[in-house]
């Protein structure tokens, strides 16, 4: 098939490398010309396992390639997927809409023939039925022009492995104007569908909230562990056993049970916080207040780290911290919300010395922390430090052992913000170790 994708950030660029992956002949559109240019150099602009071999590939084989020009997108396809930001608005919690809708109102007066936009960005309920409206008033071919949503799933460091093999796909379709949605989706994915992945077909607004009741769901799962590890602290419990011996509850699961500074990135902290507002809009707010306090138990993790060190080394004045992990999680260079360097910045605002260390997000990290110092690596990051923190579980840090460090800390004090390194093999090599919520 032919299809154009509009946005080419993260969710853009990997739905046009994976749908060319899959065989279909696919044009990527956005508006800013140096990543369009990295992109057609079959480079990719930001870090994601995986994603450049593929788009590289595919730019290759002359499956991908793109472009500015709404223009020569809408006139090579009928077929559109819409992947551009649903940023938290200034100031506010709601979603800020504006590029969605730009595309919308640049696409549909172009579109003269039936035709299919998938919307995959993430929006409050009752977006899509609104876009759907303005499309068809927009368009030359009227109700032609079907608006559906194919809500994305995508977890940052395995984008590609999501998109190719999901786990389920969902499509909602306005069941007042049923048309070729469903067919055309069918055929975009028959490689997949060939493969038993699940396929559920919805109304709209179920599909849009698919997607923000599972943000939902797996920041509750992430604030309730944290919330235990308070408790833990508080009685001298080990919060890790816990959340093992939770997770042999087919019920509950142990993913997403690791307690530490909390999570953020762009998507959890903006779409619980949307979906708040959306539920307020519609009078609903009663039905999603606990996820205020989810999200205030996620912030306090940030201050709790901060308290732990000042407790630790009795003052931040003058007191040299080595940050490992910059990247709100492993295996990306995404910065956005940032648990660890918004540790990092607290540290610094209140007199500490702050050296980060990141293995992909050290650009991303100067651009938005600028005065904070930056080291080439770990032990560069750790050279004369009081104490050492762990606030990105990258591998690299995992795998450190006590040896790696000892000739060049001043002081042999770490505490690990994720609860990812082995309290028993630190304190045996004369290390004080602490984690969040164990004793």
């Known amino acids: 098939m032919r299809i154009a994708v509009f946005g080419a950030g993260y969710l853009g660029a990997t739905q046009a490398a994976c749908l060319a992956e899959l065989g279909h002949e696919v044009v990527g559109v956005d508006v800013d010309p140096a990543k369009l240019a990295t992109l057609d150099a079959g480079e990719v602009p930001f870090y994601e396992p995986g994603l450049g071999d593929v788009l590289r590939r595919n730019v290759a084989a002359g499956r991908l390639r793109f472009t500015s020009s709404h223009e020569q997108a809408a006139a090579f396809t009928g077929v559109y997927f819409l992947c551009v930001g649903t940023p938290q608005k200034e100031g506010e919690f709601a979603a800020d809409l504006g590029y969605v809708e730009t595309v919308i109102d640049t696409l ?168 708040m507002a959306r539920a307020g809009e519609l009078g609903a707010d009663q039905a999603l207040t606990f996820l205020r306090e989810v999200d205030t138990i996620n912030m306090r993790r940030r201050s709790r780290m901060v308290e732990l060190v000042r407790h630790t080394c009795g003052s931040l004045l003058g007191v040299r911290v080595a940050v490992l992990g910059a990247a709100f999680k492993p295996d990306s260079d995404d910065v956005r919300d940032s648990p660890a360097l918004n540790v990092a910045g607290q540290l610094q605002l209140q007199g500490a010395s702050v050296n980060v260390y990141d293995p992909k997000a050290m650009d991303n990290s100067r651009a938005l922390f600028p005065t904070l110092g930056y080291a080439p690596t770990a032990a560069d990051a750790c050279q004369g430090a009081d104490v050492v923190l762990v606030l990105t579980e990258w591998s690299e840090f995992r795998k450190l052992q006590p040896g790696d460090l000892d000739a060049v800390v001043r002081n042999k004090v770490l505490i690990d913000g994720r609860n990812c390194l082995d309290p028993q093999q630190w304190r045996g090599a004369g290390w004080t170790y602490c984690g969040l919520g164990r004793p």
């Open 108 to 275: 549909a007066p172009l579109v003269t023939g039936p035709a299919v936009i998938f919307g995959k960005s993430t929006v409050p309920v009752g977006t899509a039925q609104r876009l759907g409206a303005r499309a068809r008033e927009l368009s030359p071919a009227g109700t032609g022009l079907e608006v559906a949503w194919n809500p994305e799933f995508l977890r940052e460091g395995f984008a590609v492995q999501d998109t190719l093999h999901p786990d389920r796909l969902v499509l909602g379709i306005d069941r007042h104007r049923p048309g070729r949605a469903e067919e055309v989706a069918r055929e975009v994915y028959a490689q997949l569908l060939a493969e038993d992945v699940p396929f559920l077909i919805t109304d709209l607004a179920t599909a849009e909230l698919v997607k923000t009741a599972a943000n939902a769901f797996l920041a509750t799962k992430v604030s309730f562990i944290n919330a235990i590890s308070e408790v833990c602290e508080a009685v001298g419990a080990d919060v890790t056993v816990l959340a093992d011996a939770l997770g042999y509850d087919v019920r509950i699961g142990r993913r997403f049970l690791d307690a530490g500074i909390g999570f953020g990135g762009g998507c959890l902290p903006k779409d619980i916080r949307a979906f």
